[in-house]
């Protein structure tokens, strides 16, 4: 009575995309180079913006090397783990998890 869920369920799915080989991910990133359809203006200019990149990007490196760990949260800032917004009322959250219905006004 079922054929067509028996005949389907029987079938393996086979994906139709098919990998040929090995992910390889390459060792050096392409040379950067402006978008062939930029504007001239940006292309004559994309060798200034590299060494401006290039000068800030050394700049932050080494001011990130100094990163804090810490064991406890409270041990961070407070302005790590504080949230900036009001504290939520317990109305409010069941509000809002029951859909607005628990409050009548």
Same mark, same amino acid.
């Given at each position: 009575? !079922?054929?067509? *869920?028996?005949?389907?369920?029987? !079938?393996? $799915?086979? #994906?139709?995309?098919?990998?040929?080989?090995?992910?390889? =991910? #390459?060792?050096? #990133?392409?040379?950067? $180079?402006? !978008?062939?359809?930029?504007?001239?203006? &940006?292309?004559?200019?994309?060798?200034?913006?590299?060494?401006? &990149?290039?000068?800030?990007?050394?700049?932050?490196? !080494?001011?990130?090397?100094?990163?804090?760990? &810490?064991?406890?949260? =409270?041990? *961070? #800032?407070?302005?790590? =783990?504080?949230?900036?917004? $009001?504290?939520?009322? +317990?109305?409010?959250? +069941? *509000?809002?998890?029951?859909?607005? *219905?628990?409050?009548? $006004?």
């Amino acid at each position: 009575m !079922h054929t067509s *869920a028996r005949l389907l369920s029987e !079938h393996v $799915r086979k #994906p139709l995309i098919s990998f040929v080989g090995k992910r390889k =991910w #390459p060792a050096t #990133p392409n040379p950067q $180079r402006p !978008h062939p359809a930029a504007p001239a203006q &940006y292309q004559a200019s994309f060798s200034e913006f590299l060494k401006k &990149y290039e000068s800030s990007a050394n700049e932050t490196s !080494h001011s990130g090397n100094a990163k804090l760990v &810490y064991g406890e949260f =409270w041990e *961070a #800032p407070s302005w790590v =783990w504080q949230p900036r917004i $009001r504290k939520i009322e +317990d109305s409010e959250i +069941d *509000a809002i998890l029951s859909g607005g *219905a628990s409050v009548f $006004r």
